[in-house]
């Protein structure tokens, strides 16, 4: 079993430095014009002659209501009429993506997030998962990771039953926090009720995994009136949580500048709510995954990082690392082998470049071999907490201490400051590095010094 977490303020203190999130590396920040539809139409070729099984996204980038917080890709909207131009040219990008795939590739996992997925009708539901199951090679027995992000406050009963009938069997609940007055400063007004529902609704229905996101740091939160909302949640036994630190970009993201600065938490407050938070949920049986993920021992998160199987893709932490992954719809980002690629993130591009009978693929990257060793590695740290250099060395056919020579001053310095274990064999995170572990992927990122840090929430 692996360690618990061990807090140290003076570390945290320390080590609490802006950086990626590691979905991938390199990043999305390197993502770059010179990648495009030929780039993907290859990858796809190579995925279909490799036969290797797949993972869906679909971005639904709806919303009827802003939340001030939220820096999705999204489109705040009171009419649903809006919906039926995108899904066309949804359509039609599913359709000229699947065939040059082999009906033969299994879709392990499948994911609609947003936006607001449930903000589609139900027929429209229906239609586009229709047009998934003609195109893509769905299971039918339940087997597969099929999820989807729901709105308490945009779905019911027979919103649940619907999704339970069209193949989901997981779903990821927002929540944010339940304190009226910090719901009022973000503009979120949802009921502890409402939420409940829909729990109550998906455990009815079977959904065999439930996951509610909680954000800290957000305006008019105090250490003690998140604890009750984090006891609240509790109280509801999600199988999983995520509890993210707000990041407050107002000059990125355009909402965020309804947010009144003077009522956000003090940066000692924000650090007494996620020690808290992680007391809380550690007492009521739930095991940190990494980066504000937490789960139930009995999840298959949990199970796969003891068993140092698990993986890190667009969609966070997975079991399915080794699907190649397929973006749909606007923003949406691919994995495919070693080619990365996004959408156009403009709704009126991407739409009209589909209506154009051409793949909507705007930017992104093809990897090197320096690229692949590093994500390598920073894949097994921020998963498994722990690193086999003799492994990389007989997977990329290197001298581990050798290639990363220049590294070792600085990852000495860690393990001096008991944030890893190292010797010439291993590095090991240890229980009071496991909060800090982004910080030492950090050391492995070639292309950190060029970033504007700005670009990157802070570690804790």
Request: hydrophobic share 40%; proline share 4%; aromatic share 8%.
């Amino acid at each position: 079993m692996l360690d618990a977490i061990r807090w140290d303020s003076d570390l945290i203190h320390r080590y609490d430095i802006a950086g990626p999130r590691y979905t991938s590396y390199p990043t999305a920040v390197q993502f770059n014009s010179q990648v495009g539809t030929f780039d993907l139409l290859h990858a796809l070729r190579d995925s279909r002659k490799a036969l290797r099984p797949l993972s869906l996204y679909v971005h639904i980038p709806f919303c009827a209501n802003i939340c001030y917080y939220c820096a999705c890709n999204k489109v705040i909207t009171k009419d649903r009429g809006r919906a039926l131009p995108y899904l066309q040219r949804l359509e039609q990008e599913i359709q000229l993506v699947a065939c040059h795939l082999n009906p033969a590739q299994k879709v392990e996992q499948l994911h609609l997030g947003g936006g607001t997925p449930t903000f589609l009708s139900h027929d429209e539901l229906r239609q586009l998962m229709t047009c998934l199951r003609q195109h893509f090679n769905l299971l039918d027995d339940d087997s597969g990771d099929y999820g989807i992000e729901i709105d308490p406050r945009e779905a019911d009963w027979s919103t649940m039953g619907l999704l339970r009938e069209l193949g989901f069997n997981r779903v990821s609940v927002g929540l944010q926090d339940l304190d009226p007055d910090v719901q009022r400063a973000v503009n979120r007004l949802q009921s502890l009720e409402e939420t409940r529902a829909i729990i109550e609704a998906a455990r009815t229905l079977q959904f065999r995994s439930i996951n509610i996101d909680l954000i800290y740091g957000l305006p008019k939160q105090t250490p003690d009136n998140f604890a009750r909302t984090v006891d609240e949640v509790i109280n509801l036994q999600p199988d999983r949580l995520s509890v993210f630190n707000y990041a407050h970009l107002p000059e990125r993201f355009m909402p965020q500048r309804r947010i009144n600065s003077n009522d956000l938490p003090a940066p000692a407050d924000k650090l007494e709510m996620l020690h808290r938070t992680i007391e809380q949920l550690t007492a009521a049986g739930y095991r940190y995954i990494g980066m504000d993920h937490f789960a139930l021992p009995d999840d298959e998160l949990a199970i796969a990082q003891e068993e140092s199987t698990l993986q890190r893709n667009f969609q966070g932490y997975t079991t399915h690392g080794h699907c190649d992954l397929i973006g749909l719809g606007v923003s949406a980002i691919s994995q495919i082998g070693d080619l990365y690629c996004q959408n156009n993130s403009d709704l009126n591009q991407y739409q009209n470049t589909l209506a154009s009978a051409q793949l909507a693929t705007s930017r992104g990257l093809l990897c090197n071999a320096d690229d692949r060793l590093r994500r390598e590695v920073i894949q097994q740290i921020i998963c498994n907490l722990s690193l086999e250099f003799a492994s990389i060395e007989r997977q990329f056919n290197i001298d581990f201490g050798g290639y990363f020579a220049a590294l070792w001053p600085r990852l000495t310095e860690m393990a001096a400051d008991g944030l890893i274990e190292l010797d010439h064999e291993r590095l090991t995170v240890l229980p009071a590095g496991r909060l800090l572990v982004r910080s030492v992927c950090m050391v492995f990122d070639a292309y950190l010094e060029q970033q504007n840090r700005q670009r990157f929430s802070r570690v804790i």
